[in-house]
């Protein structure tokens, strides 16, 4: 079983800065890519951004262009997102995504992280 572990969530006020962090471990798991997620309350989940494992080349969400940035240490199988400028918009639980399958392997899901912005 893979597990994926978020921290680095809570609560900041409007032009703060966060950063989160995923962690992936156990059994042997194949990463085409590694995705943050994101959804608020009476929303649907919502593309953040995303690292490809191999390359180091990155994409984001316009909403988020500018003010996230998304990082990866493959040495400790760690995703990072550091997040400045926050705005109230961005509260939302933000979860860990890890796309195997274009690798012939599974995907997996973290259990989520709540970042709150106050105004």
């Known amino acids: 079983q893979v597990q994926l572990v978020e921290s680095g969530g809570g609560l900041v006020q409007a032009g703060g800065s966060l950063r989160l962090s995923c962690a992936a471990s156990?059994?042997?798991?194949?990463?085409?890519?590694r995705d943050w997620y994101r959804q608020a309350p009476g929303k649907g989940r919502e593309f953040v951004a995303a690292?490809?494992?191999?390359?180091?080349?990155?994409r984001y969400a316009d909403s988020v262009k500018g003010r996230f940035t998304i990082s990866r240490d493959a040495a400790k199988n760690t995703v990072y997102l550091q997040m400045n400028s926050l705005k109230p918009e961005d509260t939302a639980k933000y979860y860990c995504?890890?796309?195997?399958?274009?690798?012939?392997?599974?995907?997996?899901w973290g259990q989520g992280t709540q970042v709150t912005v106050s105004s």
């Open positions: 156990g059994r042997t798991f194949s990463s085409y890519e």
């Open positions: 690292i490809r494992w191999s390359g180091g080349s990155t």
């Open positions: 995504y890890l796309d195997g399958s274009r690798l012939g392997a599974a995907n997996y």
